[in-house]
């Protein structure tokens, strides 16, 4: 049974485009994530969800609208893609929002801008 | 603000050599840390974690980490890798207290375990 799940594994795509990456947790956890790990392995928090409320919002541009249905699921949408963009994204959960819970991590959406 | 700085950006190593992954953190409140390791391809997991107490720390995978609060580290120690502890370790740390418990990253050290 997959912990935290990601559709779709591989995305490429030309710049411009909207696209959309899907999460979801069967664990039962309350906090959700979506991270951006770039090239050189550098892992940055996007945004966090707990019990669909959005609680984390980074500097993130504006073309990025994540959406919480229930407290299971998380998808993020990218509109207008661009080069930069391309990266591994990360879902991950958590239970509860105090800071000593482990996250656990989907197995990441590789992204390609082309 | 916390912050957490990863000493060794790439680390390679012998099979079956001890190996030391060197994490120093700044905060100004206390804090719980941790270490990630992502295997090539994968997400990341858990691999410890200090929250309170005993200042060693036993993970999986005969990892093991040491609070040093004095110095503000939290070093991560394997006394014999295998080439199968080839992969991006992560040290992180997260405040113990306030709303936005968010976790902190290092930047990551690559562990390249050769025969």
């Known amino acids: 049974d997959t912990a935290v799940s990601q559709t779709p594994k591989y995305l490429v795509t030309q710049m411009g485009n909207d696209k959309s990456i899907k999460c979801e947790q069967n664990?039962?956890?309350?906090?959700m994530y979506w991270y951006k790990q770039d090239s050189k392995k550098f892992l940055k928090i996007m945004f966090s969800?707990?019990?669909?409320?959005?609680?984390i919002n980074e500097t993130v541009p504006n073309r990025f609208s994540p959406k919480s249905p229930d407290k299971a699921h998380l998808n993020l949408h990218i509109n207008s893609l661009e080069l930069g963009d391309s990266a591994v994204y990360f879902c991950?959960?958590?239970?509860?929002?105090?800071?000593?819970?482990?996250?656990?991590f989907g197995p990441g959406t590789r992204l390609t801008v082309l | 603000a916390q912050s957490v700085t990863q000493l060794d950006s790439q680390v390679p190593v012998f099979e079956e050599a001890p190996v030391e992954l060197r994490c120093n953190y700044s905060?100004?409140?206390?804090?719980?840390l941790f270490w990630y390791v992502q295997y090539p391809n994968q997400g990341l997991q858990l691999l410890l974690k200090?929250?309170?107490?005993s200042t060693l720390v036993k993970g999986i995978n005969g990892f093991e980490a040491e609070f040093n609060k004095s110095q503000t580290s939290f070093h991560l120690r394997k006394p014999s890798v295998h080439i199968s502890d080839t992969a991006e370790y992560f040290c992180?740390?997260?405040?113990?207290?306030?709303?936005?418990?968010?976790?902190?990253w290092g930047l990551g050290t690559s562990l390249a375990v050769n025969p």
């Open positions: 991950a959960s958590t239970r509860g929002l105090a800071g000593d819970n482990e996250q656990f």
């Open positions: 664990l039962g956890h309350d906090t």
């Open positions: 969800y707990n019990n669909k409320e959005l609680i």
């Open positions: 905060s100004s409140v206390s804090v719980y």
């Open positions: 200090y929250l309170s107490g």
């Open positions: 992180a740390v997260s405040p113990n207290a306030g709303n936005n418990r968010k976790l902190i």
